[in-house]
């Protein structure tokens, strides 16, 4: 496999940003530390309408790519969530192509794709993920999703958390097998286990082998780092350790 983006994903930096730092100020910060995207949270945005296109201003003059990584749902309500026309604009906004929301509820799902298909028109890349929401990000709840959009000539892909899955009690390595063919993007953490408390870690620092993980998909061509409060030292190691893998 050839990655295309090395992406940092935002929260990386939260005690940053709930301190009051725009996202807009981490850009050139990602950059130094060698990653070549940065993956935008919409839910630590402003309410500043100028802050999409200053992060676009500052993601080009840093030479570096912007991902939206919307934290909503592609099925709201059982119907396709008009917001996603929104999200298009924002992310066109930013200077990007490449838009990650969470699927819903899909068997809530009234059946009519009509308005996805009109909103991805092919000109973006859309992918969807697995979260912590047990009813959104079981095994069967998203490939039930990507099974039938894709049949609708609608080709999303899927963005594999390889951490989220414990936090619903899905086993990962089962969930391989069923996204491969899917997955273009991978969403790299750990996670680590007190008594019954879940909590996600750096690469090293949890209990998946995630390079055993990461080697059984073919299709790859982005990766990101997400988990919250790292160190410039911990992101360097596992940036270096993940592009020394794939």
Request: charged residues 20%; negative net charge; aromatic residues 10%.
């Amino acid at each position: 496999m050839t990655l295309q983006h090395y992406a940092l994903n935002t929260i990386a930096f939260k005690n940053l940003m709930d301190a009051g730092t725009p996202q807009v100020d981490l850009i050139q910060k990602t950059k130094d530390l060698g990653f070549n995207t940065i993956e935008i949270r919409n839910e630590f945005l402003t309410d500043d309408p100028d802050e999409f296109s200053e992060i676009g201003t500052a993601a080009k003059n840093a030479g570096i790519e912007v991902f939206f990584s919307v934290n909503d749902q592609v099925i709201e309500n059982g119907e396709i969530n008009p917001k996603i026309a929104e999200y298009i604009k924002q992310m066109r906004e930013m200077g990007s192509d490449f838009l990650k929301m969470n699927v819903g509820d899909f068997s809530t799902f009234d059946g009519n794709w009509d308005l996805l298909a009109q909103l991805y028109d092919g000109s973006f890349h859309f992918n969807v993920e697995n979260n912590q929401t047990l009813s959104h990000a079981s095994i069967k709840n998203i490939s039930d999703f990507l099974s039938q959009v894709n049949e609708q000539g609608i080709p999303m892909t899927f963005a594999f958390d390889i951490a989220n899955w414990a936090f619903v009690s899905e086993d990962v390595e089962k969930a391989v097998p069923v996204f491969e063919k899917y997955t273009t993007y991978l969403h790299l953490k750990n996670y680590a286990q007190n008594r019954e408390a879940l909590s996600v870690t750096s690469l090293e620092e949890g209990l998946l082998d995630w390079r055993q993980i990461a080697k059984e998909f073919t299709n790859i061509t982005d990766m990101a780092l997400e988990y919250p409060n790292a160190s410039d030292d911990q992101l360097v190691t596992d940036l270096g350790n993940v592009v020394s893998l794939l």
